[in-house]
Nanobody, 127 residues
């Protein structure tokens, strides 16, 4: 079992920055790949970014490339999402997720890969 706890959401003006955290107080060796997804009102949950826990390889959705950076701190068992140059369309609930297996980079955006999910943290970008 992997417990995921997100934090760091809030209200920010367009062009601003936020850093989200996803703490994993459980055993991180149960999570091979970790990811961020987001869900805007009335829309489906969509992939944002993912990271291979052991090697640090990353993968991003085109909509956030160059603005968001995913990272992890193995010692703290925590994953981060640094979000810069935020836009109103980034407004959503952000969720972290964990997959017990590395099924290949190209599959990382698939929601169905992920066995564990956090409760979500709200990010609101005002224009």
């Amino acid at each position: 079992q992997v417990q995921l706890v997100e934090s760091g959401g809030g209200l920010v003006q367009a062009g601003g920055s936020l850093r989200l955290s996803c703490a994993t107080p459980g055993r991180t060796d149960s999570a091979a790949v970790m990811a961020w997804f987001r869900q805007a009102p009335g829309k489906e949950r969509e992939f944002v970014a993912a990271i291979l826990w052991s090697g640090g390889n990353t993968y991003y959705a085109d909509s956030v490339k160059g603005r968001f950076t995913i990272s992890r701190d193995n010692a703290k068992n925590t994953m981060y999402l640094q979000m810069n140059d935020l836009k109103s369309e980034d407004t959503a609930i952000f969720y972290c997720a964990a997959d017990r297996y590395n099924r290949g980079t190209i599959t990382w955006p698939r929601r169905t890969n992920y066995d564990y999910w956090g409760q979500g943290t709200q990010v609101t970008v005002s224009s």
